[in-house]
């Protein structure tokens, strides 16, 4: 991080962390305290929306005041977890930056579902973070056979924990999982419980939850905003709200074919660009017809591969689109 700001033509100012993300404003926990910061015309008017800070991104800024400052320069993000913007083809937003661990969080009872965890594990995979999944309110009860025979392709490629909060123990174990320094996001469906168990970790009421545990175990959407926790002598915890759909961004054929089982496979298909879908010697085909591989795994894949290749080829379209427009700009300037 210091080499990162060093490199920047702010590296005078103060650097810190962006800890909550308001409409306009920016909450920065750094070494001289906590600010509410805002962005400089430059950020402003040289970015897109999209490429505003996020919680967790390193900035430069400026105190103005005891608790104010201004935002001059975001560092370089690394190991960021993106989602594509819902209502748009090629938009992307960022929820987290310098992730190490994402935990993908679901209930038991409702949310769990197999293909939305391969999901969120694709775009996670993607950003070279590390998956979990911590599958929530154990108490309520559970098909422990069904969910084992589910997540049968995933459980050799993350750690899953099950827990509930009312298991002190399962609390613990997840705790241990996290080394000091390091960043932790939460991410998953509405209702899962992802603030209860940052409170649950950190021992201490610090996120609201939705107030009304029901027993249907769906909850409520309560949280409207992100937040950055701080556990004593571990890592930093970032909760965010839960999103209805989770739209990937990435997924590039290398981690999709990672996530999915088919590393392995089409290193034998009989052509090198083989797409899997009607190639004679496809591998991938043969393992699904001969059931070594679960035709709904592979239709995951090509379903998720198919929502990636659309992102990029609509996002290398806007791009041709700015840069056509900003030739003709300047074209007209030379007239
Ligand atoms: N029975 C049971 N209920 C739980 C458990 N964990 C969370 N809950 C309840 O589930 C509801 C939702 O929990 P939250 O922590 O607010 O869920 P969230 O994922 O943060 O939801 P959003 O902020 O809306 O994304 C609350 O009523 C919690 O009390 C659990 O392990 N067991
Ligand atoms: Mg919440
Ligand atoms: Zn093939």
Redesign the pocket.
Known sequence: MYQQKQSSSFSNFSHGRVSVVHKTCYEIISEEGIFQCELTGNILFGKSPGEYPCTGDWVIFQPTDHDKGIIFDILPRTKTLYRKKSGTVSGKQAIAAHVDIAFI?Q?L?SNFNVRRIERFMVQIVEEDITPVLVL?????GFNEVEITQALKHLSDKMPVFI?????PEKITALRELIKQGETIV?T?????????????LCGKEL?????????T????????RREMVLLEGSGILI?????REFGVTGGSSDSLAAVMDISELEHSCRFMDCTHTSEPGCVVIEAVENGSLERDVYESFLKLRKEAWHFSASEHEKRQCERSFTKQVRQFKKK
């Open positions: 969080v209930s009872n929530t309110k154990a108490d309520l827990t509930s909060v009312h298991a939460f998953g469906s509405s209702g899962v419980g992802k603030s209860t168990l940052v409170n649950a996120l609201e939850t939705s107030a009304v545990s029901d027993s175990g769906k909850g409520r959407h309560t949280s409207t909760d965010t709200p839960g999103v």
